[in-house]
């Protein structure tokens, strides 16, 4: 049986996601178990996330998954880089694959590109591009061209995260084989289309009262209908707040803010009145618009470079099926996988429940009482086994 790990957001999970299922286990058969890292209730393009995560974990495992495991929001809300790093750091302990979607499904074209930027001499390369004035993709793109690399390939977002959790696999060394899928469609696209919707789109229908129902699978519509919405809009006096109260400390300590850019976020968000103007007043052509948009939200959480830095004490579980049970039972670590609302004193903790504290502030609807994630609990959800098994 081969146990098959995705790193993921599902911000909502939608019909394309089922179809990763199910290419997998065409792969590797029907008995392959499915393990899934998934976001939090923050997103890695630095937004909360639609759905609570709860929510979005027990509809991937209705739709076929076995276990969903959350990623931490410090992994979250970290560049593409450190969030393959981390996706792979979780699933490695439980999975012997790693499957993905790319624009590009060329395994050898994307470990290619995984290995040249690992390479010692890629570094410097990379440091004058940018000395040039280019901005990171670009010089990213540059560096590897001159290598002899397609760095085109990483102009599209779902080959970049692809590449990505190629190097983390080299880099850590990790004993996982390597799954491309070809994904296709645009992944930012505004338009649903019926069979490769983007997230994207089915998250504006969604915010906007329009019909979603028919770009996700049948077994999360119930689920989902009626569940409580959540917007960076919904939310946007709560993060100004946030950012006019702020300290010069306290912005020099934020991630993402080197080469003076920490200074240009302070200064934005004093004199500027809305959020997306303060956003416009510090883009430029070097930094790209999700770098902002994370370094915000780490602000708006007191997340700062030290607690992106340290590497998570434990991965929670969200929800998972019969198979999804068995597999915990096996793990070695025991004590590295934690009940969801398990209460582990420490700093760590506390930056849980701040975040889940804070996320609830990005409501649509009303506004839910604070202490939400000692609250909550794990879900077994019927699975394969379970049904085999008549329970």
Same mark, same amino acid.
């Given at each position: 049986?081969?146990?098959?790990?995705?790193?993921?957001?599902?911000?909502?999970?939608?019909?394309?996601?089922?179809?990763?299922?199910?290419?997998?286990?065409?792969?590797?058969?029907?008995?392959?178990?499915?393990?899934?890292?998934?976001?939090?209730?923050?997103?890695?393009?630095?937004?909360?996330?639609?759905?609570?995560?709860?929510?979005?974990?027990?509809?991937?495992?209705?739709?076929?998954?076995?276990?969903?495991?959350?990623?931490?929001?410090?992994?979250?809300?970290?560049?593409?880089?450190?969030?393959?790093?981390?996706?792979?750091?979780?699933?490695?302990?439980?999975?012997? @694959?790693?499957?993905?979607?790319?624009?590009?499904? *060329?395994?050898? +074209? /994307?470990?290619?590109?995984? !290995? &040249? %930027?690992? #390479?010692?001499?890629?570094?410097?390369?990379?440091?004058?591009?940018?000395?040039?004035?280019?901005?990171?993709?670009?010089?990213?793109?540059?560096?590897?061209?001159?290598?002899?690399?397609?760095?085109?390939?990483?102009?599209?977002?779902?080959?970049?995260?692809?590449?990505?959790?190629?190097?983390?696999?080299?880099?850590?060394?990790?004993?996982?084989?390597?799954?491309?899928?070809?994904?296709?469609?645009?992944?930012?696209?505004?338009?649903?289309?019926?069979?490769?919707?983007?997230?994207?789109?089915?998250?504006?229908?969604?915010?906007?009262?329009?019909?979603?129902?028919?770009?996700?699978?049948?077994?999360?519509?119930?689920?989902?209908?009626?569940?409580?919405?959540?917007?960076?809009?919904?939310?946007?006096?709560?993060?100004? @707040?946030?950012?006019?109260?702020?300290?010069?400390? *306290?912005?020099? +300590? /934020?991630?993402?803010?080197? !080469? &003076? %850019?920490? #200074?240009?976020?302070?200064?934005?968000?004093?004199?500027?009145?809305?959020?997306?103007?303060?956003?416009?007043?510090?883009?430029?052509?070097?930094?790209?618009?999700?770098?902002?948009?994370?370094?915000?939200?780490?602000?708006?959480?007191?997340?700062?470079?030290?607690?992106?830095?340290?590497?998570?004490?434990?991965?929670?579980?969200?929800?998972?099926?019969?198979?999804?049970?068995?597999?915990?039972?096996?793990?070695?670590?025991?004590?590295?996988?934690?009940?969801?609302?398990?209460?582990?004193?420490?700093?760590?903790?506390?930056?849980?429940?701040?975040?889940?504290?804070?996320?609830?502030?990005?409501?649509?609807?009303?506004?839910?009482?604070?202490?939400?994630?000692?609250?909550?609990?794990?879900?077994?959800?019927?699975?394969?086994?379970?049904?085999?098994?008549?329970?």
């Amino acid at each position: 049986m081969k146990i098959v790990g995705i790193v993921c957001e599902y911000n909502p999970f939608h019909m394309g996601h089922q179809k990763q299922f199910e290419a997998v286990r065409r792969i590797y058969g029907p008995d392959s178990a499915i393990v899934c890292a998934m976001s939090g209730n923050f997103v890695q393009r630095g937004a909360p996330a639609v759905l609570d995560k709860s929510l979005r974990a027990e509809a991937a495992v209705r739709c076929g998954a076995n276990l969903v495991v959350e990623l931490p929001v410090t992994v979250c809300l970290s560049s593409a880089e450190g969030f393959a790093a981390g996706g792979v750091k979780i699933l490695s302990r439980l999975c012997d @694959a790693l499957c993905f979607g790319a624009e590009t499904a *060329d395994r050898d +074209a /994307l470990l290619a590109l995984a !290995e &040249g %930027l690992l #390479r010692p001499d890629f570094s410097q390369c990379l440091r004058e591009k940018l000395e040039a004035g280019c901005s990171f993709p670009a010089a990213r793109q540059a560096a590897l061209e001159e290598q002899g690399l397609p760095g085109e390939i990483l102009s599209l977002p779902n080959n970049i995260l692809a590449v990505e959790y190629c190097k983390a696999i080299l880099s850590q060394n990790a004993k996982m084989e390597i799954l491309p899928i070809h994904r296709p469609g645009s992944y930012h696209a505004r338009e649903a289309d019926r069979e490769n919707p983007s997230a994207t789109a089915v998250r504006e229908r969604m915010t906007a009262g329009q019909p979603w129902q028919a770009y996700v699978p049948e077994e999360a519509r119930t689920l989902l209908s009626g569940a409580p919405l959540h917007t960076l809009e919904a939310g946007e006096r709560a993060v100004l @707040a946030r950012l006019r109260t702020m300290t010069d400390e *306290d912005y020099a +300590a /934020l991630p993402y803010g080197s !080469e &003076g %850019l920490w #200074r240009k976020l302070m200064h934005a968000a004093r004199s500027q009145a809305g959020l997306e103007q303060v956003l416009q007043a510090v883009k430029s052509k070097r930094y790209t618009r999700s770098r902002l948009d994370r370094m915000v939200m780490c602000a708006f959480l007191g997340i700062g470079q030290e607690d992106l830095n340290r590497t998570p004490p434990y991965a929670r579980i969200l929800t998972f099926d019969g198979q999804g049970q068995q597999l915990l039972n096996r793990v070695k670590e025991a004590g590295y996988f934690r009940n969801a609302g398990q209460r582990i004193p420490g700093p760590w903790w506390e930056l849980e429940q701040r975040a889940e504290d804070l996320y609830g502030l990005f409501s649509l609807g009303e506004v839910p009482p604070a202490g939400g994630e000692a609250r909550r609990r794990v879900r077994r959800i019927p699975g394969r086994l379970d049904e085999e098994a008549g329970i």
